[in-house]
């Protein structure tokens, strides 16, 4: 399994960004997906995961209203659509597949498979 994140960068407060992560090397529909940020300093993160049907999301309360997980499992690929984007959202944000969603609920330390990252600053 690889997976490779994709659509960081540098934004203002306020503003958005949608965070893609592209899947290969299995059975994507399997897998419940997730996305995890990690800032200088401080520990990983739980963002937000999806199940594997892509019905229902989850969501850390610090994003929840402002972010938006989806998953396209005909394009393999998992989404994080991020609004109302705040300085503290700031962090190398990486994506992850499990095919136990708990695992990743969970902080995702018996997660296998994770994305290189991709860097997103909020400026202020």
């Known amino acids: 399994v690889q997976l490779q994140a994709s659509g960081g960068g540098l934004v203002q407060a306020g503003g958005s960004l949608r965070l893609s992560c592209a899947y290969s090397g299995g059975t994507f529909s399997s897998y419940a997906m997730g996305w995890f940020r990690q800032a200088p300093g401080k520990e990983r993160e739980f963002v937000a995961a999806i199940t594997w049907s892509g019905i229902t999301p989850y969501y850390a309360d610090s994003v929840k209203g402002r972010f938006t997980i989806s998953r396209d499992n005909a394009k393999n690929t998992v989404y994080l659509q991020m609004n109302s984007l705040r300085p503290e959202d700031t962090a190398l944000y990486h994506c992850?597949?499990?095919?136990?969603?708990?695992?990743?609920?969970?902080?995702?330390?018996?997660?296998?498979?994770w994305g290189q990252g991709t860097q997103v600053t909020v400026s202020s």
């Open positions: 992850a597949a499990d095919n136990n969603l708990g695992n990743l609920l969970r902080g995702g330390d018996r997660t296998n498979y």
